[in-house]
């Protein structure tokens, strides 16, 4: 997915029990789709920035959702029951979505999990990339993508940075 290109839709089931569209969240001014899992040690270390970052921004009408879209197959870990667990576990206050099916991670291009693309309030695509510049230690952070870009959306700003290469582990295609 290119910068400035609109959201796809998607229609997936969440740890909730509700199932999710793009218009789910039509009331948010900026949207963060994330493609996570279970098990990658990237996303796990993310996760509390994650929360966070969806409580420091709530009240601006950001929204977070994560999209796990890995093979559950092969790893089981990633599997909806797992997912739901692992929501409950960490409490996220954000939706958990399963792309069992892997169509939307392949309609956004996602590479990696954490995969993020950020969208404005018109659902075009202002960034995509990495959360910061350091998941192993969230106390030697030096640049807050997200965080940035994120500010610059709500001041009606562009993106200061509006593309970072993603890292962490790969999404695991189904075969």
Not at 19 to 33: D, G, M, P, Q, R
Not at 63 to 90: G, Q, T, W
Not at 168 to 174: A, E, V
Request: glycine letters at 4%.
């Amino acid at each position: 997915m290119k910068l400035g290109e609109k959201a796809v839709d998607f229609s997936l089931p969440g740890v909730d029990g509700k199932n999710y569209s793009l218009s789910s969240f039509s009331a948010a001014k900026a949207l963060v789709v994330i493609f996570s899992c279970n098990h990658c040690p990237y996303v796990k270390a993310y996760e509390d920035r994650m929360i966070e970052i969806q409580r420091d921004y709530q009240n601006q009408k950001v929204r977070l959702v994560a999209i796990s879209s890995n093979d559950a197959v092969a790893y089981p870990e990633d599997s909806f029951e797992e997912m739901v667990k692992r929501s409950k576990e960490k409490r996220f206050n954000f939706p958990y979505l399963h792309d069992q099916d892997q169509k939307t991670a392949h309609a956004y291009n996602a590479t990696h999990t954490p995969h993020l693309f950020v969208f404005d309030s018109e659902r075009r695509l202002a960034y995509t990339g990495k959360i910061d510049d350091n998941w192993e230690n969230p106390s030697l952070v030096q640049k807050r993508y997200l965080r940035d870009g994120l500010d610059d959306l709500l001041a009606d700003k562009p993106v200061r940075l509006p593309e970072t290469h993603a890292i962490g582990c790969t999404i695991k295609w189904k075969k």
